[in-house]
């Protein structure tokens, strides 16, 4: 790990994108072409940021995966938040989630139509803001992977210790590990390895890979977000690939422990339980959702209200799903800087700041 010292070296830089060239020339000797996903949308915006695309070898393919929350929210959430805000409803949420297109609109044009529709930094604001003596309903969209899940499981805890009355989640939780698994099974993704997230590896540890590594043979490094730890990662994939291993590594471990943070864990285990989750344009995934438990559910605003969400309709033209799933490059979505950009989003993928089709919107189609 001498590399780590600095994590933008030029020369350390220089040597490993020679170590990437050398383990391509093994893979292309084999005759192969490789394709790896990076997982997450922050690994994403760092690789389109740092221009990583454009010092990989031919023969090496990195392809954009579901890790960013904003992007794989299916519309129906989006609908169901929308009927809540007609109802009188006041809606609290991070800003990305605004903008994403439900059925029928968004949220910000609900907002402009008179809607109670409110940005928080922080989801203990919403229920710092439902506390009010004249206070409506505050409902607080529970967007995002284990990293953000662990938070908010935390809240509900706060919320009831609290006997907050008028507060609860709607929530659309995803977890990683069952989204892998299915892009791993899916012969037209054809993923080859796996560039793990950092964030969401912090809460569940790198031992959550290992299953996937083993069962489906795709090698999983994990890496942190500098230029080094990314050009480490994938310089590790191909020598796996090369060698024939499928390993679990832990590039990241000045962050991620193999175990994971238990406390997170235990918080999102006391709250929550697997359920069967839609994912924006790639459908229903077993198991990879989370919801309350049941003696949470005063905080559930889907119990709670009564608000069903369901699936909803996205733009036809919208190619977010194949994007997303590693399949399509966003400048080759016929709306990609036309009919879409990041003034005009059509589709999540270039609303969110972690979005594919906004990477590479704002650093170039070859990001
Ligand atoms: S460029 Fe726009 S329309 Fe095309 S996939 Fe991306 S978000 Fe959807």
């Keep these: 790990m001498k590399y780590l010292d600095g994590y933008r070296d030029p020369d350390a830089a220089r040597h490993l994108i020679r170590g990437i060239a050398a383990a391509a020339e093994r893979l292309a000797r084999q005759g192969r072409t490789v394709r790896l996903m990076e997982v997450c949308g922050t690994h994403t915006m760092a690789i ?63 907002r402009a139509q008179g809607a109670r529709v409110v940005v928080c930094y922080s989801p203990a604001e919403a229920l710092t803001l439902s506390m009010a003596g004249d206070a409506a309903e505050v409902v607080f969209l529970a967007v995002g992977f284990e990293t953000t899940v662990a938070p908010l499981a935390a809240l509900l805890a706060a919320a009831r210790a609290r006997q907050a009355a008028k507060f609860s989640l709607l929530t659309a939780f995803k977890t990683v590990i069952p989204a892998l698994v299915a892009l791993a099974q899916d012969p037209e993704v054809a993923i080859d390895a796996f560039l793990c997230p950092a964030h969401v590896s ?152 972690e979005g594919s089709c906004a990477a590479y919107y704002r650093y170039g189609r070859g990001a």
């Design 202 to 353: 912090a809460v569940i540890g790198a031992q959550a890979y290992t299953h996937l590594a083993e069962q489906y043979r795709v090698p999983c490094t994990i890496a942190g977000f500098e230029p080094l730890d990314i050009l480490f990662a994938i310089q590790n994939l191909l020598e796996q690939l090369a060698d024939g291993r499928a390993e679990v590594v832990n590039q990241y471990a000045r962050v991620v422990k193999e175990e994971g943070n238990r406390r997170a864990r235990h918080a999102i285990d006391e709250a929550l339980e697997p359920v069967d989750a839609a994912w924006r344009g790639i459908g229903v995934i077993p198991g990879s959702g989370l919801a309350i438990r049941a003696h949470f559910q005063a905080y559930d605003a889907a119990h709670k209200l009564g608000v069903v969400v369901g699936r909803g309709q996205a733009d036809a033209g919208c190619r977010c799903g194949d994007v997303l799933k590693g399949k399509l490059p966003p400048a080759e979505c016929p709306r990609f800087g036309r009919a879409c950009t990041p003034d005009h989003p059509v589709g999540p993928c270039m609303v969110s700041g």
């Design 48 to 110: 389109a940021r740092h221009g990583i695309r454009d010092v990989l070898p031919a023969n090496v393919v990195l392809c954009s995966g579901p890790g960013c929350p904003v992007c794989v929210t299916d519309a129906g959430y989006i609908d169901a938040a929308l009927a809540l805000a007609g109802r009188g409803v006041t809606i609290a949420s991070f800003g990305d989630m605004l903008r994403v297109p439900g059925s029928q609109g968004s949220l910000a044009e609900a």
